[in-house]
């Protein structure tokens, strides 16, 4: 069973999260200040952590920064869940090693999506870490920054590597180009779209030995995808 932290000290979130998340079979723990919070991740190890920024005793972005810190759960996804809605607060907490930030009052529909998307990724990566990536004639070692079609190399730049990672581990997903600039730059702001479409326009171009893979969705994003 999937083991879910929730670290908030309202009382109303947590009983609101435990309810939807434990109709979709997810076991959930729950802590009300970032001193608990951290005991019960290194002692429970969970699947995930949904952490609140502002806590009693420790505040989340100290929390944030202890668990990347420590071996034990420096691994685990933690997704921050926070009314705080400055790209400041949102840059900061994914500096210090988020995988995902949604703002408060959110859907529990959406959080539960954004849970399951995490830990797809997670284990994607795990399945994947033994040997290199491949799609069709694309290979790509991600130890070395080596990517090849038909053993041609691709002469990538670094985010073009990361971008074409990204979207071969999770075929057919559709990403927003907000996620992508996190994911990829590890900060947020509405001026670097234009620089993630230069990017992509790029990678696109690359990528013309595999055909048209690499997909725009209009108003959403983009994902890769083989057309047969």
């Not at 998340?21 to 952590?49: C, F, H, W, Y």
């Not at 930030?101 to 033994?130: C, V």
């Not at 070395?144 to 057919?172: D, H």
């Not at 230069?198 to 108003?219: C, E, F, M, T, Y």
Request: net charge negative; glycine share 6%.
């Amino acid at each position: 069973m999937i083991k879910v932290l929730l670290i908030d000290d309202d009382v109303q979130i947590q009983e609101l999260v435990r309810f939807n998340l434990e109709k979709d079979g997810v076991a959930v723990l729950t802590a009300s200040n970032g001193e608990q919070g951290l005991d019960l991740a290194m002692r429970e190890k969970p699947d995930l952590i949904i952490l609140d920024l502002t806590l009693p005793v420790m505040d989340g972005y100290d929390l944030c920064k202890l668990l990347r810190a420590e071996n034990d759960t420096a691994d685990i996804p933690i997704i921050i869940l926070s009314a705080r809605d400055d790209v400041a607060d949102k840059v900061v907490g994914l500096e210090l090693g988020a995988d995902d930030y949604i703002t408060k009052p959110f859907s529990p529909r959406e959080l539960s999506a954004r849970i399951k998307a995490r830990l797809r990724e997670g284990q994607r990566r795990n399945d994947l870490s033994n040997g290199p990536l491949r799609w069709g004639t694309l290979e790509i070692v991600q130890e070395s920054y080596i990517a090849t079609i038909a053993s041609k190399p691709l002469n990538l730049t670094v985010k073009e590597f990361e971008l074409l990672v990204l979207f071969v581990v999770n075929p057919c997903q559709v990403f927003s180009r907000e996620y992508l600039i996190q994911k990829v730059w590890g900060y947020l702001s509405s001026t670097d779209s234009r620089t993630l479409d230069v990017h992509i326009s790029h990678l696109r171009n690359k990528l013309k030995a595999l055909g048209p893979v690499l997909d725009s969705v209009r108003g959403v994003g983009y994902l890769f995808a083989r057309r047969d």
